[in-house]
């Protein structure tokens, strides 16, 4: 199949596609003779694996090292798999509880600015944000 219909069948942009293969995280198994590149099942396949890795929120390098691991299980233990997730859980968690101090925080700006008309010299928001 051509790039386009990998892009369609994938969920993965044309675009896209074209730069995980320059950063060597993908490629098309064959190229024809006007070096068009030409994809099979196994390339959507993996194609699926990578968005699937990205929606899970692993970089291009744990996608990387997941593919590795994928592409040669028997060389493989489930621990290391494993341990990419347990990270990304972990990176997760902290992300998260640094979004709900930042809801907090301007929670408590939106609180204590009345939102009005007056000049911006007296606005809440601005005067905390000042402060060091």
Same mark, same amino acid.
């Given at each position: ?38 994809? @099979? &099942?196994?390339?959507?396949?993996? $194609? /699926?694996? %990578?968005?699937?890795? !990205? ?18 299980? @028997? &060389?493989?233990?489930?621990?290391? $798999? /494993?341990? %990419?997730?347990?990270? !990304? ?44």
């Amino acid at each position: 199949m051509k790039i386009s219909d990998l892009a369609e069948r994938s969920g993965i942009s044309a675009h896209t596609l074209r730069y995980y293969e320059k950063t060597g995280l993908f490629s098309a198994s064959q190229r024809n003779e006007s070096n068009y590149r030409i994809y @099979s &099942q196994d390339d959507l396949t993996t $194609a /699926k694996f %990578i968005k699937r890795s !990205k929606e899970c929120g692993f970089s291009l390098a744990e996608t990387a090292t997941l593919l590795a691991i994928k592409h040669d299980k @028997s &060389q493989h233990v489930c621990a290391e $798999a /494993k341990s %990419i997730t347990s990270t !990304k859980i972990t990176d997760i968690t902290q992300q998260i509880a640094q979004l709900k101090q930042m809801q907090k925080t301007l929670q408590q700006l939106e609180q204590y600015c009345c939102g009005g008309q007056e000049s911006a010299e007296f606005c809440s928001i601005i005067a905390a944000l000042e402060q060091e």
